[in-house]
């Protein structure tokens, strides 16, 4: 009797040990999350990023002195500890966290701001979001060795939000000597290795000053994958070989749906899609020509056959849900008054329209189908009508970015833009601002190019949206585009996750991200 309780009691030890220790290997930082990207980021340097999978691995690596909470486009003190303005909005003064410092070593203090903060404001002319965060800095001032004030130009509502964005906010080691192909920050990851085109691998960051939070789980590495084939990506998350999915192709949402160890959710970014017009090509140039391929563009034919149902229609250059606070007008599809419009210009069908179009091949946020098959519905559509003959290039995104930044010469691009701060301004001055350096449509309008920095300095939230209404009423003649659908997207998890959060400008926070505990097994 003695021995049968002697190995009860042992076998309940030993079984309680066996989970214990299934618990802390499923918890502990001794895994690694496995991330696909459909296509390799391109340049970790904040303030020359631009591109959604740099956004996704930085966001890991840097910290601002602001951050966005989770899930939220609400911000609150990072680096800094606190902050005060000044009662005219001018004058910020920052106190900074103590203890501190950059991957390689380096402390964070008022000396490191500075010296990010006046790099910022010496590329703010050639740099987009140099621009963003810096470009109304005035003056920075250390006023001790955790202090800093900040001197804005003029008053600026989005000034302590863009501070949190990971292009442009981030505070990077001023002894960094290569950004753009190894990153150093403060945040609670730093890069291992990237071989490009294949794979990204971060390590946690033991000395992270924020290290507490996570009560020493999570992951010790996170390893982004580069997969050029959506539905590859989608059959390793079947397979439990990676663990999310940011871009579920629409063909593929019923499917992952039924799948027991896959969570599937509904995400609305804040983004838009677009047929770009080189506006001083010589097919282009003219605004009738550009508003008939808006006229005939077919978009419920696109949501149908190339989004498989999950998208909405664009009504121009606002998503969904700043279009509804500002009420822009937009051009509807009308096939007559398109088909007027490019036989007025002297098209026909015996000599029609002829269009190149550049787009990206990888699947995106704004294409998560990828490049080919918008491509195809693309030319469906418009060569349906017989007016217009559209040659395709598929570039990949990276080489595509990068002869528009060159100012290459090209006549019509697909691309697409998501709200860098949840913001009407950061929807429309990027993209047509004529001194913007990411207005690849070539659009000049000196009275767009007026509102736009009116509404930038109106602290008036009913005369900001006036001005806002107003730029849409003039981007409706000069068509320096035509919106596409915008995608009802849909992240993939592997089920056993929990603790992820992203935010509707698709900041992702994978610090505190974790797997399920095994369930008990006596």
């Known amino acids: 009797m003695k021995n049968r309780r002697s190995y009860f009691w042992l076998g309940a030890i030993v079984a309680i040990l066996l989970f214990l220790s299934a618990y802390l290997l499923v918890n ?21 990023a631009t591109d959604i999978n740099s956004w996704k691995v930085m966001s890991q690596i840097y910290e601002g002195l602001m951050k966005f909470r989770p899930s939220s ?7 800094a500890s606190h902050y005060e303005m000044s009662d005219d909005g001018l004058v910020f003064t920052f106190y900074l966290q103590k203890n501190v410092q950059f991957q390689d070593g380096t402390p964070f203090d008022a000396d490191a701001v500075l010296w990010n903060a006046r790099r910022g404001m010496e590329k703010a002319d050639t740099s987009y979001y140099a621009d963003l965060v810096w470009g109304n800095v005035k003056e920075v001032e250390k006023l001790s060795r955790y202090v800093v004030r900040f001197t804005l130009k003029e008053p600026r509502a989005d000034f302590l939000t863009n501070l949190a964005l990971p292009f442009g906010g981030s505070m990077v080691s001023p002894n960094a000597t290569d950004l ?42 996170i390893r982004y994958l580069v997969v050029d084939d959506p539905e590859e990506a989608v059959n390793l998350l079947r397979q439990g070989k990676v663990h999310i999915l940011s ?6 949402v019923e ?15 804040l983004t838009t899609s677009f047929l770009g017009f080189n506006t001083k090509s010589a097919v282009l140039a003219d605004a009738k020509v550009r508003q008939s391929l808006v006229l005939l563009l077919d978009q419920d034919y696109l949501i149908k056959q190339v989004y498989k149902g999950f998208a909405l229609r664009s009504q121009g250059p606002l998503p969904p849900a700043l279009e509804k606070e500002i009420g822009c007008r937009y051009l509807s599809p009308n096939y007559e008054v398109g088909a007027r419009l490019l036989r007025e210009a002297g098209y026909s069908k015996e000599r029609p329209l002829n269009l190149t179009v550049e787009v990206p091949l990888e699947p995106r946020d704004y294409m ?7 491509g195809e519905g693309l030319k469906e559509v418009y060569e349906s009508t017989g007016l217009v003959k559209v040659t395709f290039v598929y570039k990949p995104f990276e080489s595509l970015l990068s002869d528009l930044m060159e100012g290459k010469a090209t006549e019509a691009f697909v691309l697409g833009w998501s709200s860098d701060n949840g913001r009407a301004d950061n929807m429309l001055t990027p993209l047509f601002h004529s001194k913007s350096p990411l207005n690849f449509f070539k659009y000049e309008n000196s009275l767009v190019d007026k509102y736009l920095e009116e509404a930038q300095r109106e602290l008036d939230e009913n005369k900001r949206e006036k001005l806002y209404r107003e730029i849409c009423d003039i981007l409706l003649e000069d068509t320096p585009a035509a919106f596409l659908p915008i995608p009802i997207s849909f992240k993939a998890l592997d089920e056993r996750l929990k603790g992820y959060n992203v935010n509707p400008i698709n900041i992702e926070q994978l610090y505190d991200l974790r797997w399920e505990s095994p369930p008990f097994q006596g």
Request: charged share 20%; aromatic share 10%.
């Open 73 to 79: 486009l609400e911000v609150e003190p990072c680096l």
């Open 255 to 269: 499917s992952l749906n039924a799948e027991a160890n896959v969570r599937l959710e509904k995400t609305q970014l």
């Open 28 to 48: 502990a930082r001794s895994s690694t999350l496995v991330y696909p990207m459909f296509g390799d980021a391109v340049n970790m340097d904040p303030l020359e």
């Open 247 to 252: 871009y579920v192709p629409p063909e593929l």
């Open 180 to 221: 753009k192909n190894n990153p150093i920050g403060t945040g609670p990851y730093k890069l291992a290795d990237w071989v490009r085109n294949k794979a990204i691998t971060l390590e946690y960051n033991s000395n992270w000053w924020q290290g507490k939070l996570t009560d020493g789980v999570g992951f010790k590495s």
């Open 368 to 374: 998560p189908s990828g490049g080919v098959k918008l």
